[in-house]
Each structure stands twice: as structure tokens, then as C-alpha cells.
């Protein structure tokens, strides 16, 4: 009999609306690789432990800044939209899924709130002119910059590749890396574009958006049929 592992997704959340959601493309990616999405909205730490012991796998998807007041900064003019919900719900979830081993897969915002969960932090806003373009204008399924893949890692175990072509849609970015994790992707201009924790089987956060480039590209799709395959 075929298994179809629960993939818990934490939700995105519209603060004109107040409403959590989520994007059809993760659903899409994760059913296309044979998990089940469901979304999980924990209201404290003893819902969280309960939610870990019941789902196989976690996802947390792109959305809005950081506060940086999490990583001891004042909020720049750089800096974007906050969603303190999700800050909360993440970090919390984030810590615990990293102690209990649990396989986590990060994207774009995902990627930063790994790093600052485990302590490290990020670039409110990338300086233009240091930086090459990382928030593409064009469609969200073109790929538009390289990314440089570390070999022996996990995310070139899941793509076979040392070279990925990638989209890019942020303006934040990895600064510094938190003690226990390894950045295992940087772009041309050397910023961090994938992350993973130390000793953990998977923990794999990515700075790209690949639940667009899932149904194109089969590098993309890796992703999250690797993380369903290890669950």
C-alpha cells in the first residue's frame, strides 16, 4: 500500500483581509511529489508538540519580512511589511522541529526564519549595487540567476547538479549564519541561497521559490520529493 505522508504547511497569512491561506502552487508541488498538505495552525507550545507528533513533514513558505527586532535591530527604511503572527508561530515551530529531528524544507522567508530561529540573522534590505538582482521582474516560473550548489550536501544529494537555475523574488537575505547550520547554495554574488543544520537529516532551507519551477524543471520538483521520500 502506498503512503501519502502528511506534510504540514504553516499558513500565509493577508493582514488587509485577516485570514491565514495558503498558495495553490505548494499544495500542487507537495500533492505532485505524493505528500498531503495540511495546514497547521497552532496556538501555543503544547498544540505545536501535538501537531509535530501527528504530521511527518513541515514546509514553511515565502511571505513578508522579519521583524528585525528579533535579531536586535531597529526596522530600517529597507524593510518591508511585517506579519508578527507569523513570526511567532515559525520560530517557535522552527526550534522545536529542529530539536526533535523532524524534516523541515524552507522557502524564501522560510529559509531566513530557520536562520534566525537557531540564531543567526539577516540583511533587512540588500544594498543596491553590492548585490545583484535577486526580486526578478519576471514571471514567477523564470528562472533568472545561478546558484552554486555545495557538493556532498543534501540539496545536491535531492538535485544531482552543482548549478541550479533559480527564480528570485526577495530583498532580505542571509547575513549571519547561525553556529549550527552550513549555507550549502550561494548566487554569483556570493550570498547565501541554501541552508542546512549540522547533524540534522533534513533541514534544508532555500531562497528561491521552487513550488513555481516544480512542474518545469525536475531539480525544483527534487525538493519537495525529497522531503516526502524521507518522511
Not at 18 to 27: I, M, V
Request: hydrophobic residues 40%; contains cysteine.
Amino acid at each position: 500500500m502506498m503512503l501519502h505522508p502528511l506534510i504540514g504547511v504553516l499558513p500565509q497569512y493577508d493582514m488587509e483581509r485577516n485570514r491565514w491561506f495558503l498558495c495553490a502552487p505548494y499544495e500542487r508541488a507537495i500533492r505532485a511529489a505524493g505528500g498531503i498538505p495540511v495546514l497547521l495552525l497552532a496556538q501555543d507550545e503544547t498544540e505545536q508538540r501535538l501537531l509535530l507528533q501527528k504530521t511527518d513533514g513541515f514546509l514553511f513558505p515565502g511571505g513578508p519580512d522579519a521583524n528585525p527586532l528579533l535579531f536586535g535591530e531597529d526596522v530600517q527604511p529597507g524593510c518591508g511589511r511585517i506579519c508578527a503572527p507569523r513570526d511567532r508561530l515559525e520560530l517557535s515551530m522552527l526550534r522545536l522541529l529542529a530539536d526533535a529531528r523532524k524534516p523541515v524544507l524552507g522557502v524564501c522567508r522560510g529559509i531566513q526564519m530557520m536562520n534566525l530561529a537557531l540564531g543567526g540573522d539577516i540583511y533587512q534590505d540588500l544594498e543596491p549595487g553590492r548585490w545583484q538582482m535577486h526580486d526578478q521582474t519576471a514571471a514567477d516560473p523564470v528562472p533568472t540567476h545561478w546558484v552554486r550548489v555545495e557538493e556532498g550536501s543534501l540539496l545536491h544529494r535531492l538535485v544531482r547538479q552543482e548549478r541550479i537555475a533559480v527564480n528570485s523574488f526577495h530583498h532580505q537575505g542571509l547575513r549571519r549564519i547561525a553556529e549550527n547550520c552550513l549555507v550549502t547554495g550561494r548566487s554569483g554574488d556570493g550570498l547565501p541561497e541554501a541552508l542546512e543544520k549540522k547533524g540534522h537529516p533534513f533541514f534544508l532551507g532555500v531562497q528561491w521559490h521552487p513550488e513555481h519551477l516544480a512542474a518545469e524543471r525536475p531539480e525544483a520538483a527534487a525538493l519537495f520529493r525529497g522531503l516526502i521520500e524521507y518522511c
